[in-house]
């Protein structure tokens, strides 16, 4: 019979994403997040083989859980725009701080020169497309937005939007990313819902 695992491999590739928003690309490092799951730095390198095979993991278990991320919000929401937004603020809740985003950000950036990682990181862009173009289309079915709405063009500009709203919130530095999120995101739904958009009354779910 094998060892005891101890601390999951979820587990620590959770505590990676937090570590990552802390210390951004130069100070992730195996120790780090060997300390913040309480293990020694041996018991990562036994399991994911260096930092590299560490973020791999992570790429590739993130890309995973966006999917799975999407059905379980829908489920929660009797809405599928509550489920939008929630997913949407969800899918940030680790870039509490504009240093934390900028710190993922720069992963980003990482992603996008390793052939590897920008696999995994372009899985977890099309997840989430999918998803944001799902519940838009159910909500166009349904009678949350107006009649003639095209989901799939809405779709391209919620996710524009969304990417776009991390950068000013983070230069800006206004209020917190989850309502800057949620503002933005009624904004641009706002003109597309059967009854005009009451600033006091906001998005089922949001």
Not at 5 to 15: F, K, M, N, Q
Not at 20 to 25: A, T
Not at 130 to 138: H, S, Y
């Amino acid at each position: 019979m094998g060892r005891p695992r101890g601390v999951e491999d979820a587990a620590i590739l959770r505590a990676t994403a937090r570590v990552m928003g802390r210390v951004g690309p130069t100070g992730l490092t195996l120790a780090a997040v060997a300390r913040e799951v309480g293990l020694v730095p041996a018991t990562l390198v036994q399991r994911f083989g260096s930092k590299r095979g560490l973020l791999l993991a992570l790429a590739e278990r993130s890309a995973k859980d966006a999917g799975e991320q999407a059905g379980r919000v829908r489920r929660a929401h009797g809405s599928a725009l509550g489920a939008l937004v929630e997913l949407t603020v969800e899918s940030v809740a680790e870039m509490e701080t504009p240093d934390t985003f900028a710190n993922h950000l720069a992963f980003l950036c990482l992603d996008l020169t390793d052939p590897q990682l920008h696999e995994h990181a372009l899985a977890v862009h099309r997840a989430r497309a999918e998803a944001i173009g799902e519940l838009l289309a159910e909500a166009a079915g349904a009678g949350e937005l107006r009649a003639g709405t095209d989901p799939a063009a809405l779709s391209r500009t919620v996710q524009a939007v969304v990417a776009g709203a991390g950068l000013t919130w983070a230069l800006e530095r206004r209020g917190t990313l989850a309502e800057r999120l949620r503002e933005e995101l009624a904004l641009v739904l706002s003109p597309h819902l059967p009854h005009p958009y009451d600033q006091n009354h906001e998005l089922e779910g949001s």
